[in-house]
């Protein structure tokens, strides 16, 4: 499996970058989209019969604070934080980020006014901003052996613990596809994206009009998209940072790109497919979902973190659910056309500047919890339905889009690459993106408003 370790020798002039750019925030690269924080979802029982963790019983008494950015598991954080205080006496006081903060926004706030959360879930991307003038230094906890090519350093240094792994690719409903076409549908039979095509076209002719779903949101076009021509330069963490630096800098020209031209061909395919073609920008988000568990699609561009809305639409978790890669080409030998992407998307800093040492020792053992405890273990993985980053986590989500994801990460067909990019990234490049996918301007202009974006990052 390939290694995310982000290499500060890589990243340092985006660091740069991002630390010059906090008054507005920094985002990473593929967060998901916010859920209802209020929504009540039907946890799996957890076993609490068996519990070997060793509390550290001076700690009982002690409040600590988690400020949460990933809005779909507020409830089960707050779940989670009240089974560890029955065992430990520490009481998890879980805070949601609000709709219309960003994560860095809202914790850089909180910093100023003196009152920091003990922990904070933030992006990869705000954790290096914060790392060392905020955080404390977690490279010596047992977990990290745990959670080896999911760790982000600076400096040689951990400041931050990967709560989860997050992917994303085609999702297809094998039910749909074999209903239509009257045949099994094995998705491993697709190597190229004439290959996918040509199962498209078979579809049509079958009678499913329009077989894919798009998503117009900028957040969908100008990040889970258009990241892959940097995440793809050659499926890591720090080739993202390199690709990213070259166009930067003007050394790579994107419209000789390989990776830029093999994006946009996947994407027109997408486009020209699309159930809303005909009013691209007037896709509804959660339509898409029913539209692919109703079978009126049989694909839709998303990640693991759609299943909720799927759910919602009477998904059941034994449904046939599972991920096609982004085909760029048509070599079967390129990693693109038969990995998908996953990685850790979200990181929880612990606050090194205001906690006091009581409050820093009870959260390293709730993040240990986690990790070490029976409980900790379940709750991660079947109350949070989180796909765990670490090795000796013996659970398996239960849902099946992370499942699969969970699958292809064990079987190595996952690649493990996060680009690091500014905040306003996904949303200024996410309107070019619209303007494309509605037809209001090609290929050309496209790659010069993505070329000028990083022409003015210097």
């Known amino acids: 499996m390939k290694k995310a370790i982000i290499s500060i020798v890589v990243i340092v ?30 946890a799996e029982p957890i076993d609490t019969s068996v519990d070997t963790f060793e509390y550290d019983q001076s700690l009982a008494g002690t409040t600590i604070t988690l400020l949460n950015s990933k809005a779909e598991i507020q409830n089960a954080l707050v779940e989670m934080g009240e089974e560890f205080e029955k065992k430990s006496g520490v009481h998890v006081e879980v805070m949601p980020v609000t709709d219309g903060d960003s994560p860095y926004t809202k914790v850089v706030s909180l910093y100023n006014s003196g009152n920091p959360p003990t922990m904070s879930i933030l992006d990869t991307t705000d954790v290096i901003a914060l790392a060392e003038a905020k955080a404390a230094d977690l490279s010596d ?7 080896e090519g999911y760790l982000t350093e600076v400096n040689g240094k951990v400041y931050s613990f990967p709560l989860c792994i997050e992917g ?17 549908f094995d998705p491993s039979s697709l190597h190229t994206l004439d290959d996918f095509v040509a199962l498209l076209d078979r579809l049509v002719a079958a009678g499913l009009e329009h077989p894919v779903s798009l998503a117009m949101e900028d957040w969908s076009l100008g990040a889970h998209h258009l990241q892959y021509i940097y995440e793809t330069y050659d499926g890591t963490s720090d080739g993202a940072a390199e690709v990213i630096n070259q166009i930067k800098s003007g050394e790579l020209d994107l419209t000789t790109y390989d990776r830029m031209s093999q994006f946009l061909d996947m994407f027109d395919v997408l486009k ?23 079978g009126k699609t049989a694909f839709w561009f998303n990640g693991n973190w759609a299943w909720p809305n799927m759910a919602e639409a009477d ?37 090194g500047i205001v906690a006091t040492e009581q409050e820093q020792a009870a959260a390293k053992e709730f993040l240990n919890w986690i990790v070490y405890s029976e409980i900790g273990q379940q709750m991660l993985v079947k109350t949070c339905s ?20 969970y699958n292809h990460v064990h079987e190595g067909t996952a690649f493990n690459a996060s680009a690091i990019v500014p905040n306003d990234h996904w949303s200024v ?24 974006y990083w022409a003015q990052q210097k």
Do not use: H
Not at 18 to 42: C, K, Q, T, W
Not at 321 to 332: A, E, I, K, R, S
């Open 168 to 184: 994303r690719g085609i999702i297809y409903n094998q039910k749909v596809i074999e209903d239509t076409l009257g045949e099994p």
């Open 386 to 405: 989180i796909i765990p980053p670490f090795q000796n986590n013996p659970y398996e989500p239960s849902d099946p889009l992370s499942r699969d994801i």
């Open 272 to 294: 020209k497919y699309n159930v809303a073609a005909a009013d691209p920008l007037g896709a509804d988000y959660d339509e898409m979902a029913i539209d692919l568990v109703d």
């Open 315 to 351: 998904a059941e978790e034994d449904d046939a659910y599972g991920f096609l890669p982004y085909f760029m080409n048509n070599d079967p030998d390129d990693f693109v056309n038969y990995e998908i992407q996953a990685s850790p998307s979200k990181q929880v800093m612990l606050d």
């Open 429 to 452: 490049l996410g309107a070019a993106m619209q303007k494309y996918l509605a037809g209001r301007s090609d290929r050309a202009e496209l790659i010069a408003s993505i070329e000028d």
């Open 141 to 147: 906890e047992p977990w990290l052996a745990e959670a």
């Open 13 to 42: 002039a985006l660091l740069a970058a991002l630390v010059s750019a906090a008054a507005s925030g920094v985002r990473f690269g593929f967060a998901s989209n916010p859920d209802d924080p209020n929504e009540v979802d039907e």
